[in-house]
């Protein structure tokens, strides 16, 4: 879950960072002001969120062992 909540985040900040610029003349400096932190946020968020995603799935998988979610039949 935590992996997908930090490709979330990053498809969020990349999406934000987009529409800065996507936005005319008039009110591209007041967007900016809003939209260019908010990218840098979640850009941050997501890839802590990610990343521990990523070190607590490799410590606590077996070596050895393949990595089987389901031990049903």
Known sequence: MRMVTGAVLLLAAEHS???TYMIGF???D???G???PAAI???VL???ILTWELL???RSTPPNSPV???SSP
Do not use: C
Request: proline share 4%; aromatic share 8%; charged share 10%.
């Open 41 to 43: 946020g979640f850009g």
């Open 56 to 58: 607590t799935e490799l």
């Open 34 to 36: 809003v939209l260019l």
């Open 26 to 28: 008039p009110s591209h």
């Open 17 to 19: 960072y987009a529409h």
């Open 30 to 32: 007041l967007v900016a």
């Open 46 to 48: 997501g890839a802590i």
């Open 68 to 70: 089987t979610r389901d």
